[in-house]
Nanobody, 126 residues
């Protein structure tokens, strides 16, 4: 059974760091990329970063460039989103997803192309 399970969300102070994890089951990160999305209340889901099997990352959201990095550990079937210098932004739910490609696309695809995790809440306090 294919599953993606995010963890690591929570409350962090402005300027702080947080690392999200995405444990996958039913498939291997040897052949599939992981894309991180986020969705704030009342806003559309936004692509953040994509990471491929050789840990090459594609940044989708310019606002996170230089602050967020994505990686994966194939031996642990786990992908990570390291978030540094967090801003007191509107709370958002972060999701990991796969579109079954072995390379990151230049831009995020539509939601229907992805298999999704359940999401993890991230809140940054000022």
């Amino acid at each position: 059974q294919v599953q993606l399970v995010e963890s690591g969300g929570g409350l962090v102070h402005s300027g702080g760091s947080l690392r999200l994890s995405c444990v996958v089951a039913g498939f291997t990160l040897d052949y599939s990329t992981i894309t991180w999305f986020r969705q704030a209340p009342g806003k559309e889901r936004e692509g953040v970063l994509c990471v491929d099997r050789i840990n090459s990352a594609t940044v989708y959201a310019d606002s996170v460039r230089g602050r967020f990095t994505a990686s994966s550990d194939k031996a642990k079937n786990t992908a990570y989103l390291q978030m540094n210098s967090l801003n007191p932004e509107v709370p958002a739910v972060y999701y990991c997803a796969t579109n079954w490609n072995n390379r990151c696309t230049a831009t995020p695809q539509e939601a229907g192309f992805y298999t999704w995790g359940q999401g993890t809440q991230v809140t940054v306090s000022s």
